[in-house]
């Protein structure tokens, strides 16, 4: 579905990224892993679109998307969520999913066009995928932190991705609402699509990753399943001194 090949990205004189090769398959969730400014969100900036790598290709489903827009790799059926939050604080969790639904249907997006009733229910379809239902009339203002990161998954999630990226989605949420997001994560990837997730949080990545892949300055160190990437002598030397 998602396919990194030979992907290298250079600012001025530094390689951030170096001939990184990677695959996210229907239905598997691929953890990326590594330590601080190993190029993880660089990587997922460049699968999304955001940014344009020096070398190598990107593609979709088989299609060559390296010099696609991150809009027409969202209309392709790619979505990603981002490090830091991007909910309108002043705006409902319910208006936050619709403006989302609204966004990913036809262009010319107008955030002033009224939202029919099927929107009003996938809004709160969305907000049970999540685990927040009844929660539409809320200010996003008022969300816990774990609150927010879900409803930020299911904004990601109103454009029916074929391909999700999620750039440290439980960053900052307490350990209980850690492990519902990683339930959600998981049923995203059982319904089909492909996940890609930056994560800090080891225990979980292991736990539900199908394979990983770990970056280390800009190199990819391995890939393999959780257990192989663990007992990978580079990786634990990457990682020395911390558990995996
Ligand atoms: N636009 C940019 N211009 C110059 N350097 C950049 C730019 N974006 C990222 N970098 C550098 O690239 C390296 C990788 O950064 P990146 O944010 O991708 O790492 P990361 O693995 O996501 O880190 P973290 O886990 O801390 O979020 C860092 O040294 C960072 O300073």
Same mark, same amino acid.
């Not at 490090?83 to 997006?109: C, H, K």
């Not at 879900?150 to 391909?163: V, Y």
């Given at each position: !579905?998602?396919?990194a090949n030979h992907v290298g990205w250079k600012v001025g004189g530094a390689r951030i990224l170096e001939d990184v090769s990677l695959t996210v398959g229907a239905g598997e969730l691929l953890g990326i892993i590594g330590p601080n400014g190993a190029g993880k969100s660089s990587l997922v900036n460049i699968l999304s679109g955001v940014i344009r790598p020096s070398s190598g290709r990107i593609t979709l489903q088989d299609r060559d998307v390296t010099r696609a827009s991150a809009t027409r790799r969202a209309r392709l059926g790619l979505s990603r969520s981002f490090q830091t939050s991007a909910l309108f604080d002043g705006l409902s *969790?319910? @208006?936050?999913? &619709? %403006?989302?639904?609204?966004?990913?249907?036809?262009?010319?997006?107008?955030?002033? &066009?009224? +939202?029919?009733? *099927?929107?009003?229910?996938?809004? @709160?379809?969305?907000l049970e995928r999540v685990r927040m239902p009844g929660r539409a009339t809320t200010l996003a203002r008022d969300l816990s932190h774990g609150d &927010? &990161?879900?409803l930020e998954l299911? !904004? *990601?999630? +109103?454009? @029916?991705?074929?391909? %999700?990226? %999620?750039?440290?989605?439980?960053?900052?949420?307490? *350990?209980?609402?850690?492990? =519902?997001?990683?339930?959600?994560? =998981?049923?995203?990837?059982?319904?089909g699509v492909a996940v890609a997730m930056v994560e800090h949080h080891m225990h979980v990545v292991l736990g539900l990753a199908d394979r990983v892949a770990v970056l280390h300055h800009g190199q990819l160190l391995a890939t393999g399943s959780p257990s192989e990437v663990t007992r990978d002598e580079l990786v634990q030397q990457a990682y020395l001194g911390e558990a995996l």
């Amino acid at each position: !579905m998602i396919e990194a090949n030979h992907v290298g990205w250079k600012v001025g004189g530094a390689r951030i990224l170096e001939d990184v090769s990677l695959t996210v398959g229907a239905g598997e969730l691929l953890g990326i892993i590594g330590p601080n400014g190993a190029g993880k969100s660089s990587l997922v900036n460049i699968l999304s679109g955001v940014i344009r790598p020096s070398s190598g290709r990107i593609t979709l489903q088989d299609r060559d998307v390296t010099r696609a827009s991150a809009t027409r790799r969202a209309r392709l059926g790619l979505s990603r969520s981002f490090q830091t939050s991007a909910l309108f604080d002043g705006l409902s *969790a319910g @208006e936050n999913v &619709r %403006l989302a639904i609204q966004a990913s249907g036809p262009a010319p997006f107008s955030p002033f &066009r009224r +939202a029919g009733a *099927a929107s009003g229910a996938r809004t @709160e379809d969305l907000l049970e995928r999540v685990r927040m239902p009844g929660r539409a009339t809320t200010l996003a203002r008022d969300l816990s932190h774990g609150d &927010r &990161r879900k409803l930020e998954l299911a !904004m *990601a999630l +109103a454009s @029916e991705p074929k391909a %999700l990226l %999620l750039d440290e989605p439980m960053a900052g949420v307490s *350990a209980e609402d850690v492990d =519902g997001l990683a339930e959600i994560i =998981g049923e995203v990837r059982d319904s089909g699509v492909a996940v890609a997730m930056v994560e800090h949080h080891m225990h979980v990545v292991l736990g539900l990753a199908d394979r990983v892949a770990v970056l280390h300055h800009g190199q990819l160190l391995a890939t393999g399943s959780p257990s192989e990437v663990t007992r990978d002598e580079l990786v634990q030397q990457a990682y020395l001194g911390e558990a995996l």
